[in-house]
Structures are given as C-alpha cells and as structure tokens.
C-alpha cells in the first residue's frame, strides 16, 4: 500500500509516500498491468495508523490493558490530519462484536468489564499489545499494535465511514483493482 509513511504505519491517508513513486509512476505501471492481463491488488492496512499517539503516564514502556482506556496524548506537535484523540468519556457505548479463540462472541463477563463506556476518540486507546506472543483476540482488536501502531476506531461509523472513502480514492486515483485487506474483522463489506 502506498500512503505517505510505510504501508503499516500510514500518516495521512490522502498521499502516496514519495518513497514508493508519483502517481503518475503508479498510473504507468498500472496500465502495463492491465495491458498485460494482470490485476493490481493492494495491501490496505485499513486497522492502524503511524505511531503518534502515547498514553499518558505509559509514555515511555509499554501500557497494559484497560477495558476503561487511557488518556491519550499526542507524543510531538505532529497530528494525523484526518482523525484525533478525545479523553471524554462516552457513558453508552456500543462495542463492535468481539470474538475469543473458539471463533464465538465472548462471554458476558468479559464484556461486563467495559462498564459500556469508552473515549470519544477516533482511537481506540486501550493500551498496548506485544507484537509476539499469545494476546486475546478482543484485546488485540483494541490495542495499539506491537506499541507502534495507533489502531483506528472503526467501529465508530464515522471513522469508518472515512477510511472506506480514502479506499475509494486509492482505487480512483490509481485505477487498482482490489485490495488484500488486512484485519478484516474491523471492516465489513458494502
């Protein structure tokens, strides 16, 4: 995937990264593809995002999970152009569905932990995750990855709803023809 930054740790969804051509280099190689009878399939990271986020008090290891989040903060005066942080508090809060190892919802009392608050932010700020290792599939889904990766909100329609419209871009700008999605449990087909 070419977004500005390194496939897996995008910064701004709107630019390709200098690193990896133009436009107009991609636009060439596409149109040799397909002269060829060849697809262009891209990577699309849609879950995770740079590393510009810490949590407050964590700023320098790394931050357990907490199913009542942390506040997060920004780590430089750098900030992702398109989404933000929020500490408030959102005292109803719908969780997507999270799933354990067995391929089924978890349980009640894990999902009784969440009291149904979370932040109001664009991320999820739950802490983080090992980037090896056993980690709870419903934790994973939540946690910023490998401690390097700020993980999109997407259950949050209007994050979704703005990732799926900066695909639409790639796919217009660039003339691909699909995507290898990444995590698609956070993305739903439609």
Partial sequence: MPWASDGFGPLDFTLL???????????QLIQELHTRGMYAIMENTIGTMGDLLAFEGWENETTPFNAHEYDALWKSSRRYHDFGISNDVLQDCEYPV?????GFPVNASIMA????QCRKSDFDQYGDMKGVGYVPPYQSQL???ASVQDR???????VLEKVKHF?????AMLDIDGFRVDKLVNLQVG
């Fill in 17 to 27: 990264d200098a690193h990896h051509g133009t436009i107009d280099e991609w636009r």
């Fill in 98 to 102: 999270f799933y354990g190892d067995d």
């Fill in 113 to 116: 932990t969440f009291d149904n």
């Fill in 143 to 145: 946690s910023k990855f």
């Fill in 152 to 158: 999109l909100r997407l259950w949050k329609h209007d």
């Fill in 167 to 171: 695909s639409c871009m790639q796919i």
